[in-house]
């Protein structure tokens, strides 16, 4: 297992930004895909975004198509999620993961269920109040 720290998070009006973080110490990440998930109270986790590194592609779930931006930096093994235009039904726990099967890539790692070799954050809550 590898540690991931997340930061950022946190309590806005709906329409605000948020940014998340999250590290991977000691861990080089260049050929691993990073994502991020979320988890409301009482819904299963879901995928947010995923960046693979091979191809560059992002993906991205309906939800937050065109209001999240999900980056890298290799350099510095992070992966950052930029949040925009906060709806209220954004709220939940948020998780960065790393797969630790390096160079997978496809539009199925939206689902996390898949992700079963792979790090997780320990979470960091995204509350938007109206």
């Known amino acids: 297992q590898v540690r991931l720290v997340e930061s950022g998070g946190g309590s806005v009006q709906a329409g605000e930004s948020l940014n998340l973080s999250c590290s991977a110490h000691?861990?080089?990440?260049?050929?691993?895909?990073m994502g991020w998930f979320r988890q409301a109270p009482g819904k299963e986790r879901e995928g947010v975004a995923v960046?693979?590194?091979?191809?560059?592609?992002?993906l991205y779930a309906d939800a937050v198509k065109g209001r999240f931006a999900i980056e890298k930096d290799n350099a510095a093994n992070t992966v950052y999620l930029e949040m925009n235009n906060l709806k209220t039904e954004d709220p939940a726990i948020y998780y960065c993961?790393?797969?630790?099967?390096?160079?997978?890539?496809?539009?199925?790692?939206?689902?996390?269920?898949?992700?079963?070799?792979?790090?997780w954050g320990q979470g960091t809550q995204v509350t938007v109040f109206s």
């Open positions: 960046i693979f590194t091979r191809s560059g592609t992002k």
């Open positions: 993961a790393l797969d630790l099967i390096p160079g997978r890539d496809g539009s199925y790692l939206l689902n996390p269920a898949l992700w079963d070799l792979a790090s």
């Open positions: 000691e861990f080089a990440t260049e050929l691993h895909a």
